[in-house]
């Protein structure tokens, strides 16, 4: 007989053995007492089962309702952000109190040199000319 691992598996095993032994119950009285202990515990544990398997549903509607309310949060919080910027402008430092960056203008790039030199020629183009 392969030993089960699972709790619906082991819960089985044992309402199997409980049911065995109260067919039995005259040909061994001995063991009236634990036999009705173990139905006594296998009772409670298809309820507390039923009652973990309302959870897990439970749950997976509370995960669901938390998604749907983290997506919308989301979209107001944008829409907030959006609407501050708005309000103050997008240059405003009282921007980042509600941590947002304000515009502070571009990084320019270095203008090339203008002093009228040629760009130093690579080894290539002068190759090609």
Same mark, same amino acid.
């Given at each position: 007989?392969? =030993?089960?691992?699972?709790?619906?598996?082991?819960?089985? #095993?044992?309402? $199997? +053995?409980?049911?065995?032994?109260?067919?039995?119950?005259?040909?061994? /009285?001995?063991?009236?007492? /634990?036999?009705?202990? +173990?139905?006594?515990?296998?009772? &409670?544990?298809?309820? *507390?089962?039923? %009652?973990?398997?309302?959870?897990?549903?439970? =749950? %997976?509607?509370?995960?669901?309702?938390?998604?749907?309310?983290? *997506?919308?949060? &989301?979209? +107001?919080?944008?829409?907030? $952000?959006?609407?501050?910027?708005?309000?103050?402008?997008?240059?405003?430092?009282?921007?980042?109190?509600?941590? +947002? =960056?304000?515009?502070?203008?571009?990084?320019?790039?270095?203008? /090339? #040199? #203008?002093?009228?030199?040629?760009? /130093?020629?690579?080894?290539?183009?002068?190759?090609?000319?």
């Amino acid at each position: 007989m392969t =030993k089960e691992t699972t709790y619906a598996g082991m819960l089985g #095993d044992s309402r $199997r +053995l409980a049911a065995s032994l109260t067919v039995n119950s005259s040909e061994v /009285p001995h063991l009236e007492v /634990p036999r009705i202990k +173990l139905e006594t515990l296998l009772t &409670r544990e298809e309820e *507390v089962s039923k %009652q973990q398997s309302a959870l897990i549903a439970s =749950k %997976q509607e509370a995960s669901r309702q938390l998604k749907t309310l983290v *997506v919308e949060s &989301r979209r +107001l919080t944008n829409v907030l $952000r959006v609407a501050l910027k708005e309000h103050y402008g997008i240059r405003s430092e009282k921007l980042a109190e509600f941590g +947002l =960056k304000p515009f502070r203008g571009r990084n320019r790039k270095a203008k /090339p #040199d #203008d002093t009228g030199t040629p760009p /130093p020629s690579t080894p290539a183009a002068t190759e090609t000319s």
